[in-house]
């Protein structure tokens, strides 16, 4: 079970996020960067919370921390969230979650936000996936070729639908929504208006690649010489981001659900030198695992414990209490990539109606051509 620790939290603490990749203005987050506020209906507050029932899934989304009021005339004393003392926990060893009030959000006309700000008082407290990177190069992929719920009325159905039918989404079953990459120390203010260092693709640039270029946008993501991402390192965060993928095919396959507009939210280490330190640390770090295990298994076997070397006293012998050796202490795993899926606004468990294959169809052609990447 992971610990937990409760930490007053209100709108005023809270600071502009500059790092979403794509999806609407508004996200918020603390001083720390662990968390962020992201402004959201009820319905995707409830579907988050539906999690819980099915912890397979959510290994593979945020941790969801609590809810928050961004109401400025709500009488809200000092709402408290429940937050992880390692934001890098399984999402089912949570508990929930903020204790405020929450004010149902009444029927509205449709009006294209065109990414603006949500029109809603609510929002859902997640575990920032890039905290903890130096450098994060980010990336959003939107899923399905269809991208409207049921209830979506007719004038939304016709927009998206123009949007699938335009881009990669209606063929493959998804398109780029976004990224920003670090381009390198040398880069400062590559990006004018931007994030110094970073070059910023909007939501315009994955609607301009088609069939034959897509596969481009994702070369400008993960092979960067500038910022030190060579060729070999890329491809070694694309084989891990591989194996999450395919993690997460498989348990779809076995869900009954929709998520409609829901994306795959991509980050890792953007600074190759940093890239490289972590590698090597993560290296070091399994190797002495490794060994630990093997000498463990060695005392299972004979009773004692030689280090591996049978000319050496055992190390009972030597004083040593092999039950009280602390593992505390042993050295976390630097952060390189994660994979997420997000935004759940038009999502829900659809018992009796099997896999969504309108995810999965994106989800398979983006593993696809990340394969195709590892041959480049």
Same mark, same amino acid.
């Given at each position: 079970?992971?610990?937990?620790?409760?930490?007053?939290?209100?709108?005023?603490?809270?600071?502009?996020?500059?790092?979403?990749?794509?999806?609407?203005?508004?996200?918020?987050?603390?001083?720390?960067?662990?968390?962020?506020?992201?402004?959201?209906?009820?319905?995707?507050?409830?579907?988050? @919370?539906?999690?819980?029932?099915?912890?397979?899934?959510?290994?593979?989304?945020?941790?969801?921390?609590?809810?928050?009021?961004?109401?400025?005339?709500?009488?809200?004393?000092?709402?408290?969230?429940?937050?992880?003392?390692?934001?890098?926990?399984?999402?089912?060893?949570?508990?929930?979650?903020?204790?405020?009030?929450?004010?149902?959000?009444?029927?509205?006309?449709?009006?294209?936000?065109?990414?603006?700000?949500?029109?809603?008082?609510?929002?859902?407290?997640?575990?920032?996936?890039?905290?903890?990177?130096?450098?994060?190069?980010?990336?959003?992929?939107?899923?399905?070729?269809?991208?409207?719920?049921?209830?979506?009325?007719?004038?939304?159905?016709?927009?998206?639908?123009?949007?699938? /039918?335009?881009?990669?989404?209606?063929?493959?079953?998804?398109?780029?929504?976004?990224?920003?990459?670090?381009?390198?120390?040398?880069?400062?203010?590559?990006?004018?208006?931007?994030?110094?260092?970073?070059?910023?693709?909007?939501?315009?640039?994955?609607?301009?690649?088609?069939?034959?270029?897509?596969?481009?946008?994702? +070369? /400008?993501?993960?092979?960067?010489?500038?910022?030190?991402?060579?060729?070999?390192?890329?491809?070694?965060?694309?084989?891990?981001?591989?194996?999450?993928?395919?993690?997460?095919?498989?348990?779809?396959?076995?869900? +009954?659900?929709?998520?409609?507009?829901?994306?795959?939210?991509?980050?890792?280490?953007?600074?190759?030198?940093?890239?490289?330190?972590?590698? @090597?640390?993560?290296?070091?770090?399994?190797?002495?695992?490794?060994?630990?295990?093997?000498?463990?298994?060695?005392?299972?076997?004979?009773?004692?414990?030689?280090?591996?070397?049978?000319?050496?006293?055992?190390? +009972?012998? @030597?004083?040593?209490?092999?039950?009280?050796?602390?593992?505390?202490?042993?050295? +976390?795993?630097?952060?390189?990539?994660?994979?997420?899926?997000?935004?759940?606004?038009?999502?829900?468990?659809?018992?009796?109606?099997?896999?969504?294959? /309108?995810?999965?169809?994106?989800?398979?052609?983006?593993?696809?051509?990340? @394969?195709?990447?590892?041959?480049?």
């Amino acid at each position: 079970m992971v610990a937990m620790t409760h930490r007053p939290l209100r709108k005023s603490q809270l600071i502009a996020f500059d790092h979403a990749a794509a999806g609407h203005d508004g996200i918020l987050s603390d001083v720390s960067g662990d968390i962020l506020a992201k402004p959201c209906k009820q319905a995707e507050i409830d579907f988050y @919370e539906s999690t819980t029932a099915h912890p397979d899934f959510a290994y593979y989304i945020p941790i969801h921390c609590g809810t928050l009021s961004l109401g400025q005339n709500h009488d809200v004393p000092e709402p408290t969230v429940v937050f992880p003392s390692s934001l890098n926990a399984h999402a089912s060893d949570t508990t929930n979650h903020l204790q405020t009030t929450t004010v149902a959000d009444a029927p509205q006309p449709w009006v294209p936000s065109n990414g603006g700000k949500l029109s809603t008082d609510s929002a859902i407290v997640l575990e920032n996936v890039a905290a903890g990177l130096r450098k994060p190069n980010i990336l959003d992929v939107k899923l399905g070729a269809r991208l409207w719920a049921d209830d979506a009325p007719p004038a939304k159905r016709q927009k998206l639908d123009d949007v699938s /039918n335009a881009t990669t989404s209606k063929p493959l079953g998804f398109r780029i929504a976004g990224m920003k990459t670090w381009m390198g120390a040398k880069a400062v203010g590559y990006s004018p208006g931007g994030l110094d260092g970073y070059k910023i693709y909007g939501r315009e640039y994955g609607r301009t690649l088609t069939l034959e270029t897509v596969r481009e946008g994702f +070369e /400008n993501y993960f092979f960067i010489d500038s910022a030190g991402i060579t060729k070999k390192f890329a491809r070694r965060v694309i084989k891990r981001f591989l194996g999450d993928l395919h993690g997460l095919q498989e348990v779809l396959e076995k869900k +009954e659900s929709r998520m409609y507009s829901a994306s795959l939210l991509f980050v890792y280490e953007g600074d190759g030198a940093g890239l490289q330190e972590d590698f @090597e640390t993560e290296k070091q770090v399994l190797d002495f695992e490794t060994e630990q295990q093997l000498l463990e298994l060695e005392t299972a076997q004979h009773g004692v414990r030689t280090n591996g070397y049978p000319d050496r006293p055992a190390l +009972e012998d @030597e004083g040593v209490d092999i039950e009280d050796e602390d593992d505390d202490d042993a050295e +976390e795993l630097p952060k390189i990539q994660a994979i997420k899926m997000i935004d759940f606004a038009h999502a829900a468990w659809t018992p009796g109606l099997g896999p969504d294959e /309108n995810v999965l169809h994106g989800i398979r052609n983006v593993i696809k051509i990340l @394969e195709e990447l590892l041959t480049r």
